[in-house]
């Protein structure tokens, strides 16, 4: 035989309200914390601790640095090519012409690999890094901007304020974040992944924004105001290009159709 329990109306009151009081506390603790995870981005500053020349025809679309040389990816029709650049010289020493119908857009190297996009073809080109030969080529459903990797997934950008990871392997997304700054952070353009976060330069403005990788937020803003100081009517020659060589903790900056390159040094 079952015993009922059984509870007053005073004891179900003072349930009810523990039951209220404890949900609430809780519904607190998880806003205090997503307001401590969103605390006001770090501002920073740069200085220009080398320039190099940099091919004044080239609309940089992707920048990477590996084993002692820069890979570039350019834009516009007819004129995309993926090339290998001294860093010294800015001469360009191997490079590929992508078909008159593609646009090229970031590159990242991963496994000898290079990866390329293309803007708005949904199409993506796989390259063997030391002959530039082409290995295979694959489709996502986005227009392609910037890409890198974290040593085990592909990072990828489409103008919008959300980041693409990939498998490398069957190019599937396999993850999304929303990049914010108290609201979305639009225009996600170039990127280069350095230390754990994801860099990105936004178009058309001189900002690079530092995001965590797991929650979208922006935890700091390089201001690269006045890096390029040349004098130009061409409203397309934005900053456009983030590469870091990991061996010797060097940070290059670039531009569609600038003159320089430049190595810089981050600070508050
Ligand atoms: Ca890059």
Do not use: C
């Amino acid at each position: 035989m079952k015993r009922r329990v059984i509870i007053s109306k005073k004891q179900k009151i003072i349930l009810l309200t523990f039951i209220i009081l404890f949900t609430t506390s809780i519904i607190a603790i998880i806003f205090v914390d997503n307001n401590l995870s969103q605390q006001n981005p770090i501002l920073y500053n740069y200085e220009i601790i080398e320039s190099y020349t940099h091919d004044e025809m080239a609309f940089t679309q992707g920048l990477e640095f590996d084993d002692g040389f820069l890979y570039e990816s350019t834009g516009l029709y007819g004129q995309s090519t993926l090339r290998k650049v001294e860093l010294e010289t800015g001469k360009v020493l191997e490079y590929i012409s992508l078909a008159d119908k593609y646009f090229g857009e970031g590159i990242t190297i991963l496994d000898n690999r290079i990866i390329q996009l293309t803007w708005i073809s949904n199409k993506g080109f796989v390259y063997e890094k030391d002959s530039l030969e082409l290995i295979s080529e694959f489709t996502y459903p986005t227009e392609g901007w910037g890409i890198t990797n974290d040593n085990s997934q592909l990072i990828m950008s489409d103008g919008t304020s959300t980041l693409f990871f990939l498998d490398p392997d069957t190019f599937n997304t396999t993850k999304q974040v929303q990049v914010i700054d108290k609201e979305p952070v639009s225009n996600l353009n170039e990127l280069e992944y350095i230390h754990g976060k994801i860099w990105a330069n936004i178009w058309n403005q001189d900002k690079i924004a530092i995001i965590n990788p797991e929650t979208g937020n922006v935890e700091g803003w390089i201001d690269l105001t006045g890096i390029n100081n040349e004098d130009s009517q061409d409203q397309n020659k934005v900053l456009n290009g983030i590469a870091y060589d990991s061996e010797k903790d060097r940070l290059f900056i670039t531009g569609k159709k600038w003159t320089k390159l430049f190595q810089i040094e981050v600070k508050k």
